[in-house]
């Protein structure tokens, strides 16, 4: 529901189940106002609103990428065979960039022992949740998340990407962003919160993966 405050206009999302029955003091966090909001005013003020504020992301729309369970396209040991020439020169020295511009030739630096390093391997990405927030007249997408260390090994944290998608499938926004920390311990749980300022209302899904680089 939307809350407005009377002596500056400034407007705030606020969950119902935050007021009790006989309401509760609130506090406007630009011009410091201070009254008493009763829930019956709160749905008036509801009522009277234009236009909808847009929903959060429904969890089924959250996807989340973990390191080593990506698809893989294998296109078979014949094409795969005529390219062994060529890669197998340059595959030793350029292996990031022989997988990049090539994707199945991965297998092959598996089945000689020469696994590419995976991302985030051992890192997993677990509940995330979206919110829609209006601060100082700026409507923000709030994205926050956690990720464990599901590996006996301290790890270096990786970058984190956000991508947002419409019904169709079509990436809107796209983005990189860190966690709250750069090493996480075994079995350490870190958060991580990404915002997005003025979203598209086209937005139904969200997608958050582990990326590389600096």
Known sequence: MILICS??????????????????????????????????????????????EPRAIPRAAIHVQSAGREDRHFLGW????????GVVAIGLFARP??????????????????????????LEIRNITSEHLLEEGIKLLIIKGEVINASKEVQ?????????????????????FMATEAR?????????ETRIESPSFQVEALAISFIGGD
Request: contains cysteine.
């Open 97 to 122: 960039q022989a997988i990049a511009v090539w994707p199945p030739i991965e297998r092959l630096y598996m089945l000689v022992g020469l696994e590419s390093e995976v991302v985030g391997k051992g």
């Open 7 to 52: 002596a500056c206009s400034t407007r705030y999302l606020l969950d119902p189940e935050v007021l009790a029955s006989g309401g509760r003091q609130v506090r406007c966090t630009k011009c410091g106002h201070v009254w008493h909001q009763e829930p019956s005013d709160l749905s008036r003020i509801q009522e009277v609103s234009t236009p909808a």
């Open 156 to 176: 270096e944290m990786p970058r984190l990407s956000g991508r947002l998608q419409d019904s169709r499938g079509e990436t809107i926004n796209e983005w990189n």
């Open 184 to 192: 996480i311990l075994p079995g350490e749980i870190v958060t991580f």
């Open 78 to 85: 014949a094409i795969l065979l005529l390219f062994v020439a």
